[in-house]
C-alpha cells in the first residue's frame, strides 16, 4: 500500500524537482569583478569586462563599465578621488555633487530626490545616497552613490520596464571599498 502511494508522488515528485532545477539554471548569481588595480570591486550579474579608465578635470581617475542582463542595464562609475575627505559627511555631500553632476550629464527629466544615510554594510566611515530617475526617454533608473572619502562608486540599474527592486538592490549593494571584504 505505502510502495504504491510513493509510486504515485514519483512522476509529480521528479516533474517538481526539475521544475525547480530549470529555475535554478535562470537563476543569475552575483559575481566579484575588481576594478581595474584600485583594490575596489563590485558585485554584478553580468561581466563588465574591463573598466575603462579616464581622468576628470580635477585630475581624477575615472573608471567605468557596463554590462547588461535580462534587459537591465547595469553601470559603475568609480572615481579614485585625488584627495581624500576625511569627514564623511563632506564626503556624502561630494557624492551628492557628483550624482547631480551625473543628472545632468545623463538627460534626467525627473528624480525622486535623495535618500541619504545610507551605510555600506554597517559601515560608519561610509556613506551611501539613493535616488530614483527617468531620463528624457522614459527610462527608469535607480541610482546608488558610495564613498569612504577616498572613493566615489556610482552603481545605476537601468531599464525601459519597471527595476527588478530585490535583484538591483543587491548589485547597488555590491560595492566594496579596498579596506573592506565583503561577507
Known amino acids: 500500500m505505502i510502495s504504491e502511494y510513493l509510486r504515485s508522488l ?3 515528485l521528479l516533474a517538481g524537482m526539475l521544475l525547480l532545477a530549470g529555475f535554478g ?23 563588465p569586462g574591463k573598466f575603462e579608465l579616464s581622468m576628470s578635470p ?10 547588461t542582463n535580462e534587459n537591465v542595464y547595469y553601470d559603475v562609475i568609480c572615481v579614485g578621488m585625488k ?4 569627514k564623511a559627511e563632506e564626503a556624502e555631500g561630494v557624492l551628492i555633487q557628483y550624482l547631480d553632476y551625473l543628472k545632468s550629464s545623463f538627460g534626467i527629466a525627473s528624480a525622486a530626490g535623495y535618500g541619504k544615510g545610507h551605510r555600506l554594510r554597517g559601515n560608519e566611515q561610509t556613506r551611501g545616497v539613493l535616488d530614483y530617475w527617468k531620463d528624457e526617454k ?14 566615489i562608486a556610482v552603481a545605476m540599474a537601468i ?14 549593494d555590491g560595492f566594496v571599498f579596498p579596506d573592506e571584504k565583503k561577507k
Do not use: H
Open 25 to 47: 539554471a535562470a537563476a543569475q548569481s552575483l559575481k566579484k569583478y575588481p576594478i581595474d588595480k584600485t583594490g575596489c570591486s563590485v558585485y554584478m550579474f553580468c561581466d
Open 10 to 12: 514519483r512522476a509529480p
Open 138 to 151: 522614459g527610462n527608469n533608473i535607480k541610482v546608488k552613490g558610495w564613498t569612504n572619502g577616498r572613493f
Open 159 to 172: 531599464s525601459e520596464k519597471e527595476i527588478p527592486e530585490p535583484k538591483v538592490n543587491a548589485f547597488l
Open 83 to 86: 584627495e581624500s575627505i576625511a
Open 58 to 67: 580635477d585630475s581624477s581617475k575615472v573608471y567605468v563599465a557596463e554590462c
